[in-house]
């Protein structure tokens, strides 16, 4: 499997794309989360710096509803569709397949929605989710071969049972959410008082941060 990240914004930044990824396995991709900024430059990597084939795109995995995770789905179903002649899959779980079923109503033609279950095999590939702590219903997401795992957070607080399910997988790619904003109260992302107190320094530094605006790595990373 390969995985790059595409964006790592927030909510309100307008320069930086906002957080997702792609992960590649075969001759597929799966899309992390398309929030209002994602298209645009899914399109840009594609048709001017030629590091993503968008007709290999048959999969959106969408965490939640918030429109830096969602905002630009609705293009995208469209021009894979009508481009491309390609149906998306859009996979989620549990209340937030919900949330999609109506917010896609209308467009149900033009894809197919997967409500995903834990450890489901999708693909030969295994999918578990992380139920995250955020404002809103939030699933991070682990996608795993034989051997090999790309793990996701999603938006969300540092969690305490985080250390043991990332435990569960040997070879791992860990991203996760993070925000410089350290006021754990007002606060709906991982920051830097509830990272501390729930993981330790080892497992801390095995963590690509993500959704903080940061420059990143934008490289294709192989596992
Ligand atoms: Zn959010």
Redesign the pocket.
């Known amino acids: 499997m390969r995985v790059k990240q595409i964006g790592n914004g927030g909510?309100f930044d307008f320069e930086s794309v906002n957080s997702s990824f792609l992960i590649e396995e075969g001759s597929e991709y799966i899309l992390f989360d398309c929030g209002y900024s994602v298209y645009a430059e899914l399109r840009k990597l594609n048709d001017y710096h030629d590091e993503i084939d968008i007709k290999m795109l048959r999969n959106v995995y969408i965490s939640?509803m918030?429109d830096?995770?969602v905002g630009s789905l609705k293009t995208l179903i469209f021009y894979m569709y009508f481009m491309h002649n390609i149906k998306l899959n859009i996979l989620s779980f549990n209340e937030v397949a919900d949330e999609l079923n109506l917010y896609l109503k209308d467009m149900k033609k033009y894809i197919d929605l997967h409500k995903l279950s834990n450890g489901i095999i999708y693909n030969g590939l295994k999918l578990d989710s992380i139920k995250t702590s955020?404002?809103?219903e939030?699933y991070g997401l682990i996608v795993s071969d034989n051997k090999n795992s790309i793990i996701i957070s999603g938006?969300t607080k540092a969690l305490v049972n985080f250390p043991e399910i990332v435990s569960r997988y040997e070879n791992k790619i860990i991203f996760h959410d993070f925000s410089e904003w350290d006021n754990e109260d007002q606060q709906?992302h991982a920051c830097r008082t509830d990272v501390d107190r729930y993981y330790s320094e080892e497992l801390q530094e095995n963590i690509i941060w993500y959704h903080n605006n940061k420059d990143f790595n934008k490289k294709w990373r192989t596992i």
């Open positions: 909510a939640h918030d830096d995770h955020h404002h809103v939030c938006d709906v």
